[in-house]
C-alpha cells in the first residue's frame, strides 16, 4: 500500500457519466472506468483552457501529479476510442467544493447560510439565535466529500 490518497478537490460532479460506442456490436462490461478527477483534470486544462499550475491549485494536487492525472484521462479515452469500449466515470477519492455565504455572530457563536449575504446586508441584521447585532459576514469554502 502506498501513501494514503489526496482528496482531489473538483467544482462540479459530472452531468453526464457514461458514454458508448455506437451499434450493436458493443460487448456490455467492454468499458474504461474514468475517475472523476481524471474528468476534472481534463475539464480544466482542455475545457478552461487554464494552466497546470491553476489546474494543481484548484484540485488541490502537486503539478507533477496534475500531470499524470491529465495522462491516465488522455490513455484511457484514447483505449476507449480505439477498441469501441464505453467510458464510465465513477470514482476516486474527491471533494466537491460548496462555498458557503452567509452571517456569524460573535455573541453565541451561531453561523447561519444566507445566499444574498454581504458585508453591507450586515448592518441591520440580529442573530436569530440570541438577538445580538454583534454579526459578522462570513464566507467560506466548504469540501463535501464523497466516498
Ligand atoms: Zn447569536
Redesign the pocket.
Same mark, same amino acid.
Given at each position: 500500500m502506498g501513501r494514503p490518497h489526496r482528496i482531489r478537490h473538483i467544482e462540479k460532479f459530472p452531468d453526464f457519466t457514461y458514454f458508448r460506442p455506437h451499434g450493436d456490436t458493443f460487448q456490455k462490461g467492454f468499458e474504461v472506468i474514468l475517475t472523476v478527477a481524471e474528468f476534472e483534470a481534463m475539464r480544466l486544462k482542455h475545457h478552461e483552457g487554464k494552466t497546470q499550475i491553476e489546474c494543481a491549485e484548484l484540485m488541490n494536487i502537486s503539478q507533477p501529479t496534475f500531470s499524470r492525472v491529465l495522462d491516465l484521462a488522455h490513455k484511457k479515452i484514447a483505449e476507449a476510442l480505439i477498441h469501441g469500449k464505453a467510458i464510465r466515470i465513477a470514482g476516486g477519492s474527491i471533494g466537491i467544493k460548496k462555498f458557503f455565504f452567509g452571517y456569524g !455572530?460573535l455573541?453565541?457563536m451561531?453561523e447561519w447560510e444566507d445566499k444574498q449575504a454581504s458585508e453591507i446586508n450586515k448592518e441591520s441584521l440580529v442573530?436569530p439565535? !440570541?438577538k445580538?447585532k454583534n454579526v459578522y459576514f462570513l464566507k467560506k469554502d466548504l469540501l463535501q466529500q464523497m466516498p
Open positions: !455572530c455573541n453565541c451561531n442573530c439565535e !440570541c445580538s
